[in-house]
């Protein structure tokens, strides 16, 4: 395959290079100039206004960014490690169960065709103080008989909101760490079993060393698309009430697009930007040398 | 029909060279075989020859074509990969007509050529079976089928029995010569098993570490080998060394012990030299050893026997050296027992201890 | 003896926690879309009832008649954010494969200096959040003229979805082995004839799951899209959700018709492919 005076590889890579640089790349590098500007959509002059980096002396003192970054690390900690958790006990049981298994793997998932956005409706109802699913299920049965007040409370928005954001990403650890379970040998368990390992033993011991790279995986899947809640979010308390759930990507929509500080805005998401590609970095990481140790080429 | 020149052939990954300037002329209807241990560079050398590697120096012939540059398509050859390599999403009269179908060949001609192939290989009933579907030992024979079909001037073999049990190994290396025999076209194959280089080759090409150390026929290659590391390569088990120094017409081993130099060697008085022994020239007094007229006799204690059924390998001690022999009838040996062994000594050989090769008379 | 007994009854117990703790969780995962089903069918009064109303007694075709009609109340577009949707996810799917397949063959099959490097760099584009890419990218392309058309879309979930696909494809060539596209070539075929005759075709059901993958991200996107158009030129079904809202109310059962409407596609295409997903996704992320 002759393609012009390149190596073949990077004629290959060429389109995807392109592509990146050009839909990701320069508006990066655009975003961050105007993070250096005191740009207002309003005023498109105001692009050319250098301010130096007031925008991130402005962002390093802002409690209310501080307390966004807080919440977010939280939020995406707290989450992913519960997805991890149910997603492994989700794929245990679905791969112990001897008929039906088919069916019950296409339900799981399910929540993978919801859009994120949907999901935020589904949910915000779901937990209307008012009308919502949760409420109604708990007043019928006689266990409250208040209106608890799910996306108001700052305790229970969070709550909703991690709920909401499990519901759908759940489903991804399960898969893979059910291909995980299918692609797992079986004599070693038999050995240890063998040897006299207890369940519990060989589960630790055994199954969930092997499974280690597939939820590696599933964290570099997700750590790409953690922004996905930010969909969730804007619909369900878009931060409120009174910046109670507030997250990074929320507070940037709104400086953004409300306020239309978008330099501002952009130092904020530069900030935001290193921290996706941290957890990012981290993962791929965690997943070479898993592989590695598994014998896997990379 | 074609020979396959190879001249100052050159492979180098980087800085890495891995094929060191090989030269070596293949005739036409020739069964060559390249063997030498894993990573010395034989597939590397065929895949220059078939195409799929870049050459880094030198030139290949096939015919009277300098092919350099030819991509595979180009060169009319076939190959017999390690792993078969046959296309997981045909089926096996698929896999068989690939290449005609490639070529733009009519239907009726393509299926005449590919049922031929199947009746020659025993593939018939297996024609519209995936790959999947076969056994080890099918799908070798598919494989091959695929080679045949197209009527290459040149077949390149890489280790084609080397993912079969022992049973079918030998089965198929049978059919391997027959059909050599029934085509008549050029093979060059590469394997790292002696046994299979000897049974098939009509040359032997040993190949270390990037270079040929040996071109020979079968007999040649195991009866006048050019230095120790042909020696112990060809034949099984490996010919028996013994390091010692030349006193008078005989090597004096570590131990003392006097070996006359055999007839058709000459090594210059004082010269640290390699003994080389085959078991099969080394046997206890009363075992018939091979025709030769020069017998030396050693006393050496057997530590080990293995009965193989129609001789027995027994394992001694000389020089601190182990030492394989065979005994041809067969009796229980007590551990420990010192035997009176004979040794053929035409058959004996004389390696320079520092270089390894052998110190023929001229 | 009596150990025997015991083992027997604990492996039931084990058993009936084992369906209990399945039947909860399939419950969870399917209820709230069941529900959104339901309420797609339920008039607003019942859905908003309070008391609530646990058993529907009136199911109709209310909601789904008013999103069609297009106009007066309730009246959305429907059918032009559907065929936007469509438009838009089809050809970027499309073309995220492609640059996709070019990419990931590059990966698997040649080595070259910086790889690794190279690929990280390809990943974390994917990992800078929407949110954020929007506000530059809505800047370019309000000068380029790029905004509220499907070029503008298409572009932008192409570049989203190419790392992700470069990603999992990359794994299923390297499933592939190299020596059948070699034994291709010396039965005769080109590079181009051997990537297309052989390693395509081999690779193709890890492609199609990729290409599902890029379709449900492009289909279900929000973020960007919501910024991206303006109006049903481009407007995308999940950014038409937003028609159902208004400053304070909310037209939860008009919402519930859109949303099946999104979802329908959605589920053909994964129950097509869902054999093909789990095996994809495990060659395509660990043995790569
Ligand atoms: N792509 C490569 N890059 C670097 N070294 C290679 C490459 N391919 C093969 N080699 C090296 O070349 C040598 C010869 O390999 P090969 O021809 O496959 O040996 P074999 O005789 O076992 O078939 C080996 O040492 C191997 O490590
Ligand atoms: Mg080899």
Same mark, same amino acid.
């Not at chain 2, 078969?84 to 005449?112: C, W």
């Not at chain 3, 960007?224 to 208004?246: I, N």
């Given at each position: 395959?002759?393609?012009?005076?390149?190596?073949?590889?990077?004629?290959?890579?060429?389109?995807?290079?392109?592509?990146?640089?050009?839909?990701?790349?320069?508006?990066?590098?655009?975003?961050?100039?105007?993070?250096?500007?005191?740009?207002?959509?309003?005023?498109?002059?105001?692009?050319?206004?250098?301010?130096? &980096?007031?925008?991130?002396?402005?962002?390093?003192?802002?409690?209310?960014?501080? &307390?966004?970054?807080?919440?977010?690390?939280?939020?995406?900690?707290?989450?992913?490690?519960? /997805?991890?958790?149910?997603?492994?006990?989700?794929?245990?049981?679905?791969?112990?169960?001897?008929?039906?298994?088919?069916?019950?793997?296409?339900?799981?998932?399910?929540?993978?065709?919801?859009?994120?956005?949907?999901?935020?409706?589904?949910?915000?109802?779901?937990?209307?103080?008012?009308?919502?699913?949760?409420?109604?299920?708990?007043?019928?049965?006689?266990?409250?008989?208040?209106? +608890?007040?799910?996306?108001?409370?700052?305790?229970?928005?969070?709550?909703?909101?991690?709920?909401? /954001?499990?519901?759908?990403? &759940?489903?991804?650890?399960?898969?893979?760490?059910?291909?995980?379970?299918?692609?797992?040998?079986?004599?070693?368990? /038999?050995?240890?079993?063998?040897?006299?390992?207890?369940?519990?033993?060989?589960?630790?011991?055994?199954?969930?060393?092997?499974?280690?790279?597939?939820?590696?995986?599933?964290?570099?899947?997700?750590?790409?698309?953690?922004?996905?809640?930010?969909?969730?979010?804007? +619909?369900?308390?878009?931060?409120?009430?009174?910046?109670? &759930?507030?997250?990074?990507?929320?507070?940037?929509?709104?400086?953004?697009?409300?306020?239309?500080?978008?330099?501002?805005?952009?130092?904020?998401?530069? +900030?935001? +930007?290193?921290?996706?590609?941290?957890?990012?970095?981290?993962?791929?990481?965690?997943?070479?040398?898993?592989?590695? /140790?598994?014998?896997?080429?990379? | 029909?074609?020979?396959?020149?190879?001249?100052?052939?050159?492979?180098?990954?980087?800085?890495?060279?891995?094929?060191?300037?090989?030269?070596?002329?293949?005739?036409?209807?020739?069964?060559?075989?390249?063997?030498?241990?894993?990573?010395? *560079?034989?597939?590397?050398?065929?895949?220059?020859?078939?195409?799929?590697?870049?050459?880094?120096?030198?030139?290949?012939?096939?015919?009277?074509?300098?092919?350099?540059?030819?991509?595979?398509?180009?060169?009319?050859?076939?190959?017999?990969?390690?792993?078969?390599?046959?296309?997981?999403?045909?089926?096996?009269?698929?896999?068989?007509?690939?290449?005609?179908?490639?070529?733009?060949?009519?239907?009726?001609?393509?299926?005449?050529?590919?049922?031929?192939?199947?009746?020659?290989?025993?593939?018939?009933?297996?024609?519209?079976?995936?790959?999947?579907?076969?056994? *080890?030992?099918?799908?070798?024979?598919?494989?091959?089928?695929?080679?045949?079909?197209?009527?290459?001037?040149?077949?390149?073999?890489?280790?084609?029995?080397?993912?079969?049990?022992?049973?079918?190994?030998?089965?198929?290396?049978?059919?391997?010569?027959?059909?050599?025999?029934?085509?008549?076209?050029?093979?060059?194959?590469?394997?790292?098993?002696?046994?299979?280089?000897?049974?098939?080759?009509?040359?032997?090409?040993?190949?270390?570490?990037?270079?040929?150390?040996?071109?020979?026929?079968?007999?040649?290659?195991?009866?006048?080998?050019?230095?120790?590391?042909?020696?112990?390569?060809?034949?099984?088990?490996?010919?028996?060394?013994?390091?010692?120094?030349?006193?008078?017409?005989?090597?004096?081993?570590?131990?003392?012990?006097?070996?006359?130099?055999?007839?058709?060697?000459?090594?210059?008085?004082?010269?640290?030299?390699?003994?080389?022994?085959?078991?099969?020239?080394?046997?206890?007094? *009363?075992?018939?050893?091979?025709? *030769?007229?020069?017998?030396?006799?050693?006393?050496?204690?057997?530590?080990?026997?293995?009965?193989?059924?129609?001789?027995?390998?027994?394992?001694?001690?000389?020089?601190?050296?182990?030492?394989?022999?065979?005994?041809?009838?067969?009796?229980?040996?007590?551990?420990?027992?010192?035997?009176?062994?004979?040794?053929?000594?035409?058959?004996?050989?004389?390696?320079?201890?520092?270089?390894?090769?052998?110190?023929?008379?001229? | 003896?009596?150990?025997?007994?015991?083992?027997?009854?604990?492996?039931?117990?084990?058993?009936?926690?084992?369906?209990?703790?399945?039947?909860?969780?399939?419950?969870?995962?399917?209820?709230?879309?069941?529900?959104?089903?339901?309420?797609?069918?339920?008039?607003?009064?019942?859905?908003?009832?309070?008391?609530?109303?646990?058993?529907?007694?009136?199911?109709?075709?209310?909601?789904?008649?008013?999103?069609?009609?297009?106009?007066?109340?309730?009246?959305?577009?429907?059918?032009?954010?559907?065929?936007?949707?469509?438009?838009?996810?089809?050809?970027?799917?499309?073309?995220?494969?492609?640059?996709?397949?070019?990419?990931?063959?590059?990966?698997?099959?040649?080595?070259?200096?910086?790889?690794?490097?190279?690929?990280?760099?390809?990943?974390?584009?994917?990992?800078?959040?929407?949110?954020?890419?929007?506000?530059?990218?809505?800047?370019?392309?309000?000068?380029?003229?790029?905004?509220?058309?499907?070029?503008?879309?298409?572009?932008?979930?192409?570049?989203?979805?190419?790392?992700?696909?470069?990603?999992?494809?990359?794994?299923?060539?390297?499933?592939?082995?190299?020596?059948?596209?070699?034994?291709?070539?010396?039965?005769?075929?080109?590079?181009?004839?051997?990537?297309?005759?052989?390693?395509?075709?081999?690779?193709?059901?890890?492609?199609?799951?990729?290409?599902?993958?890029?379709?449900?991200?492009?289909?279900?996107?929000?973020?960007?899209?919501?910024?991206?158009?303006?109006?049903?030129?481009?407007?995308?079904?999940?950014?038409?959700?937003?028609?159902?809202?208004?400053?304070?109310?909310?037209?939860?059962?008009?919402?519930?018709?859109?949303?099946?409407?999104?979802?329908?596609?959605?589920?053909?295409?994964?129950?097509?492919?869902?054999?093909?997903?789990?095996?994809?996704?495990?060659?395509?992320?660990?043995?790569?």
């Amino acid at each position: 395959m002759k393609l012009g005076k390149f190596p073949p590889w990077l004629a290959l890579l060429m389109p995807a290079i392109v592509l990146l640089a050009a839909v990701v790349l320069v508006p990066l590098v655009l975003s961050f100039y105007s993070s250096f500007t005191s740009y207002k959509l309003t005023k498109p002059d105001t692009l050319y206004n250098w301010i130096g &980096t007031f925008n991130y002396q402005k962002a390093a003192g802002d409690i209310y960014f501080w &307390t966004a970054f807080g919440r977010t690390v939280l939020l995406l900690t707290v989450a992913l490690n519960l /997805e991890m958790v149910l997603g492994l006990g989700l794929a245990l049981m679905v791969s112990k169960v001897t008929r039906g298994q088919r069916l019950l793997r296409t339900m799981m998932m399910f929540p993978m065709m919801f859009s994120p956005i949907l999901v935020g409706f589904q949910f915000k109802f779901i937990f209307n103080d008012n009308v919502g699913l949760v409420n109604n299920t708990l007043q019928s049965l006689g266990l409250t008989t208040t209106a +608890i007040p799910w996306l108001v409370d700052a305790h229970l928005a969070m709550f909703s909101i991690i709920s909401a /954001e499990i519901w759908t990403s &759940t489903s991804v650890f399960a898969i893979l760490i059910l291909a995980g379970l299918y692609a797992m040998p079986q004599d070693p368990l /038999e050995a240890a079993k063998v040897d006299g390992c207890t369940p519990l033993q060989s589960f630790r011991f055994v199954t969930l060393p092997f499974l280690m790279p597939f939820i590696y995986i599933a964290m570099a899947i997700r750590s790409l698309d953690v922004a996905r809640a930010y969909d969730i979010v804007q +619909i369900m308390t878009n931060g409120g009430p009174a910046r109670r &759930t507030e997250l990074l990507w929320t507070l940037i929509g709104r400086t953004g697009y409300v306020d239309a500080k978008m330099g501002y805005a952009n130092a904020m998401g530069y +900030i935001s +930007i290193l921290l996706a590609i941290f957890f990012t970095v981290y993962f791929f990481r965690k997943l070479t040398a898993a592989r590695a /140790e598994l014998g896997m080429a990379l | 029909m074609a020979q396959v020149h190879l001249r100052n052939l050159i492979k180098a990954y980087g800085a890495l060279q891995v094929v060191h300037a090989i030269n070596l002329d293949i005739a036409d209807g020739e069964f060559v075989v390249l063997v030498g241990p894993s990573g010395c *560079g034989k597939s590397t050398t065929l895949r220059m020859i078939a195409g799929l590697e870049d050459i880094s120096g030198g030139e290949i012939a096939i015919g009277e074509r300098v092919v350099n540059d030819l991509p595979p398509r180009d060169r009319n050859i076939s190959m017999v990969f390690q792993n078969y390599a046959l296309y997981p999403h045909m089926t096996v009269r698929e896999n068989l007509g690939f290449s005609l179908k490639i070529a733009k060949r009519p239907q009726a001609d393509i299926d005449v050529a590919v049922n031929k192939a199947a009746d020659i290989l025993s593939l018939t009933p297996l024609m519209d079976r995936r790959p999947a579907a076969l056994s *080890g030992g099918q799908r070798q024979r598919v494989a091959m089928g695929r080679a045949i079909v197209r009527h290459p001037e040149v077949f390149l073999f890489d280790e084609p029995l080397s993912n079969l049990d022992a049973k079918l190994r030998t089965q198929m290396r049978v059919e391997i010569k027959k059909l050599h025999q029934r085509l008549g076209s050029t093979i060059v194959y590469v394997t790292h098993d002696q046994v299979e280089a000897m049974t098939l080759a009509d040359r032997i090409v040993i190949m270390r570490d990037g270079h040929i150390e040996q071109v020979g026929t079968p007999i040649e290659v195991f009866d006048n080998p050019v230095n120790t590391f042909v020696a112990t390569f060809i034949g099984s088990p490996p010919m028996n060394l013994l390091e010692g120094r030349v006193d008078q017409g005989a090597v004096v081993l570590t131990d003392g012990s006097r070996l006359p130099i055999p007839p058709r060697y000459t090594a210059a008085q004082g010269a640290a030299v390699t003994y080389g022994i085959r078991a099969d020239n080394i046997m206890p007094v *009363g075992h018939a050893l091979p025709a *030769g007229d020069h017998i030396a006799t050693v006393d050496m204690a057997v530590t080990l026997s293995e009965p193989l059924g129609t001789e027995t390998l027994l394992f001694a001690e000389l020089a601190g050296t182990e030492v394989q022999a065979k005994m041809l009838n067969p009796r229980p040996v007590r551990g420990r027992e010192t035997m009176t062994f004979q040794i053929a000594l035409d058959k004996c050989h004389l390696f320079d201890a520092a270089t390894g090769s052998a110190l023929r008379r001229a | 003896m009596a150990s025997n007994q015991s083992h027997r009854m604990r492996r039931r117990g084990l058993k009936i926690a084992h369906f209990i703790g399945l039947f909860l969780a399939m419950s969870v995962i399917c209820i709230p879309g069941l529900w959104i089903v339901l309420n797609s069918f339920r008039p607003t009064v019942e859905i908003m009832a309070k008391p609530p109303v646990w058993i529907p007694n009136d199911l109709n075709l209310d909601h789904y008649r008013a999103m069609f009609g297009a106009v007066g109340e309730g009246g959305v577009p429907v059918l032009t954010y559907f065929r936007n949707s469509l438009i838009i996810s089809v050809t970027s799917t499309v073309i995220a494969i492609l640059i996709g397949m070019a990419g990931g063959y590059a990966f698997a099959r040649y080595r070259f200096k910086g790889k690794a490097a190279i690929f990280i760099a390809l990943m974390v584009t994917r990992a800078v959040p929407g949110v954020a890419l929007s506000l530059p990218l809505f800047i370019i392309y309000a000068r380029v003229g790029l905004i509220d058309t499907h070029i503008g879309m298409i572009v932008t979930y192409v570049a989203m979805n190419v790392p992700f696909t470069i990603w999992l494809i990359d794994g299923f060539f390297r499933q592939v082995p190299r020596e059948l596209a070699e034994a291709a070539e010396i039965d005769g075929c080109t590079r181009w004839q051997a990537f297309w005759r052989v390693e395509f075709p081999v690779a193709r059901s890890g492609i199609a799951s990729a290409g599902i993958f890029a379709f449900l991200t492009s289909w279900n996107e929000y973020a960007l899209a919501s910024q991206l158009t303006r109006s049903v030129t481009s407007k995308t079904m999940p950014v038409g959700l937003l028609d159902f809202t208004s400053e304070f109310t909310l037209n939860w059962g008009g919402m519930c018709a859109l949303a099946v409407l999104m979802i329908i596609p959605a589920l053909v295409l994964t129950f097509l492919v869902q054999k093909h997903l789990i095996a994809g996704l495990t060659f395509g992320g660990v043995k790569g």
